[in-house]
């Protein structure tokens, strides 16, 4: 069967109803979010003579819903236009209208009761053959099938999306014995392919694979913070990047997910997992029981471990002792250990450093790894028949960059053993075996695949769908050429890929070297560049160090020399006699932006943030960004229209600092291009199907492009429109002086300078300008006092 979603109908329309309905909105599919009729009018509704009757009555709720979640930060939408996906209504006049859709979703309230009445509704207008799913976190999803007919139990299944469902990847697939594997297989590869999402295959257990170990771990850092005495800030502070964490950590992330919830699944679990060996661990400590009495829920009820307040000197955030039960100041962790580690860029050798110290910081990651490596150990085969499920439902739920079966590789696998037996804990036979066998780690690298160890057969076993994704660590043997900071992998069929590895993928000098060198070795032995990366953002954009460096010491002839190279460097990538194609993701700022402006094509990831974000430090686009995106305003003007409004367009994407909240944003900014940029939806293919673009350019035939010549530039006329908007701007005290006087220099060069009337020009010839004018406001003092704040604090002041 060659099935097709063209329409959803979600069934509630909740914090997580709402927010699936707008994901799936997000992808282009037709959404039906239903939630039931008020029972009683508001005042509102009272006032104006309504009736329950009422469309209007009738909607409020999930109408209501709706509109909370679009105007919610964080957005749950790729760009406010998709909303129109949406269609709203109520069960009562509603449901009838699932038998035009292709998938039923149930979001309602966890009461087995109310779902079973909603399901009972649902089979009288379902069509057969609709899938029919549950985003339940904790009901066994068996139970919801009982009563119901053949065809339904065979095409229900548990699909749990983790909230927010647009940034958290995991999706986890829980099938009961009656689903059909046609549906497991395609709901499988429809949360991979089309929603985006890290598609996980669990077992109905309790709380399925990533909240079993997620909170047991929450609650096993509980248990350790009260035996060692430690507090909030101190766990938080050895629990969240510095190990490759979420910001939010451990306390925080419980005040965004309700305490109440962390509280619930402890309990489910200790409750009906009765052979679970860390069972105790699940009990709720007094001081998590005695928050939850005081109805301190976290977010939803404004305190939980953390508590924002207003006092004279503005917002401050403020910290609860967990022994006194009181709110204090914010105080600064201080441990010798992570001291010493922060400075080790590498995630991996810092998690080394960090275990093997003697510090108080190195005694709780023993005793963290001992309880996290016993338990995941247990749970294999119980809520997964292989260990790398337990891994990618952690990265994707919780943001872990590294899973929990690749750090005990990373620390050793029989060294923990011995340390976890050391700590009084049990780790499972199959693990003892294992090493008993001479195996030494959980996961191999072979071939550019990642292959992980198979208790059953006692062997190592391709993960399953890695040949839909090209992951560079998985790559050094492939690498053709490096630098200190850069590798240039062959990925295969005549394609290379450049990446490197600086602080937030900054531009400096070595990196622009290899994307010329990643060009010259992709000219002359390959027919295809890729320039992408693994780490969690494409590029920041150019290195502000270097630039404030010579720009204070005035060294105006190497910031000369360095923005020559960028421009070279970025000229480089399009008129090259190679396909180039960029894969930005996460943030892709500045420098980076320029690069995906002068590729060929770009394949973004679905969340990327991109942007040409210079002003905020008292520059313009330097490597060609404002160049290019004049000669995309030139290219909009057609005979007979006005052409102003493009040039202004353009102009304020840049004098604005304008960074896209999405990829599909971006088209919008006029920094993606429809006609031959595309996204990526699942950021984990995005290095796959960027391979696969340069190979569809070069089968096509790529011709070297060449050099643009007939660039039409407005000359006074325009130039007197921009700064008289620019002087408004400064008079409204919308802008200051420095922002002025950044904007006229912009607004020269996109003008090509004073220019009696329009002309057409080179785009060497606007690179000149816009090199002089970079040059130029490099020497400026206020530039510089937004550079150096940009270093000391990573954000830029305004003056």
Not at 66 to 85: D, I, M, R
Not at 166 to 180: A, C, D, K, Q, V
């Amino acid at each position: 069967m060659q099935r097709r979603i063209n329409k959803v109908a979600v069934l509630g329309s909740g914090v997580m109803g709402s927010r699936i309905a707008c994901h799936f909105a997000g992808i282009g599919v037709k959404v039906l979010l239903l939630d039931i009729a008020p029972k009683e009018l508001n005042e509102a509704e009272q006032k104006k003579g309504l009736s329950l009757d009422h469309p209007a009555v009738k909607n409020r709720i999930v109408n209501d819903a709706l509109q909370a979640a679009l105007k919610s930060n964080p957005s749950p939408v790729y760009s406010k236009e998709v909303a129109q996906h949406i269609t709203t209504g109520n069960f009562t006049d509603n449901m009838k209208d699932i038998a035009n859709v292709d998938w039923i979703i149930e979001v309602v309230v966890e009461n087995l009761n109310i779902k079973k009445v909603v399901f009972e509704q649902v089979e009288q207008f379902r069509k057969p053959g609709t899938l029919i799913t549950s985003n339940t976190s904790g009901i066994p999803i068996h139970l919801m099938t009982e009563g119901r007919s053949e065809d339904f139990q065979e095409h229900f299944c548990g699909t749990h999306f983790f909230n927010p469902p647009r940034y958290l990847r995991l999706l986890e697939i829980i099938p009961t014995p009656h689903t059909s594997q046609e549906v497991i297989d395609f709901l499988m590869h429809y949360g991979d392919l089309y929603l985006g999402k890290t598609t996980v295959l669990c077992k109905d257990t309790p709380a399925f694979i990533a909240n079993r170990v997620g909170v047991f771990s929450i609650m096993a850092i509980f248990h350790i913070m009260q035996k060692m005495g430690l507090t909030v800030d101190e766990v938080d502070a050895l629990t969240g990047p510095v190990i490759g964490r979420p910001k939010s950590a451990t306390f925080r992330t419980a005040d965004v997910v309700g305490i109440d919830t962390l509280v619930k699944v402890a309990n489910g679990v200790a409750e009906n997992c009765p052979t679970d060996e860390a069972r105790d661990i699940f009990q709720i400590p007094p001081f998590l029981q005695k928050i939850v009495e005081n109805n301190w829920l976290g977010d939803k009820t404004g305190q939980g471990f953390y508590k924002k307040t207003k006092g004279a000197g503005g917002k401050e955030i403020l910290t609860l002792n967990l022994e006194t039960m009181e709110y204090g100041p914010k105080q600064k962790a201080k441990f010798p250990g992570i001291e010493a580690a922060k400075p080790i860029e590498d995630l991996k050798q810092r998690i080394r450093a960090l275990a093997v110290g003697t510090d108080k910081s190195a005694q709780f990651y023993q005793q963290f790894h001992a309880h996290l490596f016993s338990y995941i150990s247990h749970r294999i085969p119980e809520i997964a028949d292989d260990l790398y499920k337990v891994d990618d439902a952690m990265k994707a739920g919780f943001g872990w960059e590294i899973g929990a079966f690749e750090t005990w590789d990373l620390l050793g696998v029989k060294a923990n053993v011995d340390a976890i037996k050391a700590q009084g804990l049990t780790v499972a036979t199959w693990v003892e075996d294992m090493v008993a066998k001479g195996i030494t780690s959980f996961y191999k690298i072979d071939g550019g695949k990642k292959y992980y160890y198979n208790q059953n057969t006692g062997d190592y076993a391709l993960i399953p769908g890695a040949d839909s994704f090209i992951i560079l660590e998985n790559r050094a043997s492939n690498i053709v050429w490096k630098n200190s900071v850069s590798n240039l992998y062959d990925l295969g069929d005549g394609i290379v890929c450049l990446d490197w590895k600086t602080k937030m993928n900054t531009i400096g000098g070595e990196v622009l070297d290899a994307v010329n060198k990643a060009v010259d070795r992709a000219e002359k032995d390959f027919r295809g560049l890729v320039i992408g990366n693994d780490g969690g953002n494409f590029s920041a954009g150019a290195n502000v160090g270097m630039i404030f460096m010579l720009a204070a010491e005035q060294e105006y002839d190497e910031l000369d020399m360095a923005v020559r190279l960028f421009q070279r460097s970025t000229m480089r990538l399009r008129y090259s006699s190679i396909p180039t194609v960029v894969a930005p993701h996460g943030l892709t700022l500045g420098g980076g932006c320029e690069m995906c402006l002068h590729a060929d094509k770009v394949q973004a990831a679905a969340e990327s943030y991109i942007g040409l974000v210079e002003l905020g430090v008292g520059l313009i686009p330097g490597g060609g960004g404002t160049k290019e995106m004049t000669v995309r305003a030139s290219d909009q003007f057609r005979d007979g229209q006005i052409e102003l409004p493009h040039l202004q367009e353009r102009f304020l994407a840049i004098g604005t600092a304008k960074v896209s909240t999405s990829a599909e944003e971006a088209y919008g900014l006029g920094i993606l291009d429809r006609n031959k940029d595309s996204i990526t939806m699942n950021q984990s293919r995005l290095i796959a199907d960027a391979k696969e673009k340069a190979i569809e350019m070069a089968e096509a035939g790529y011709t070297r492009p060449q050099e643009r010549t007939d660039i039409k530039v407005l000359g006074r006329g325009a130039l007197g429109a921009l700064l008289a908007g620019i002087n408004g701007m400064k008079f409204g005290n919308y802008i200051s002086e420095h922002d002025a006087k950044i904007a006229t220099k912009l607004a020269y060069v996109m003008c090509g300078g004073d220019l009696t009337d329009t002309a057409v020009v080179s785009e060497q010839y606007l690179l000149d300008l816009e090199r002089e004018a970079f040059l130029s406001l490099s020497g400026e003092r206020k530039t510089l006092e937004r550079l150096q704040s940009v270093i000391k604090t990573g954000k830029p002041i305004r003056n």
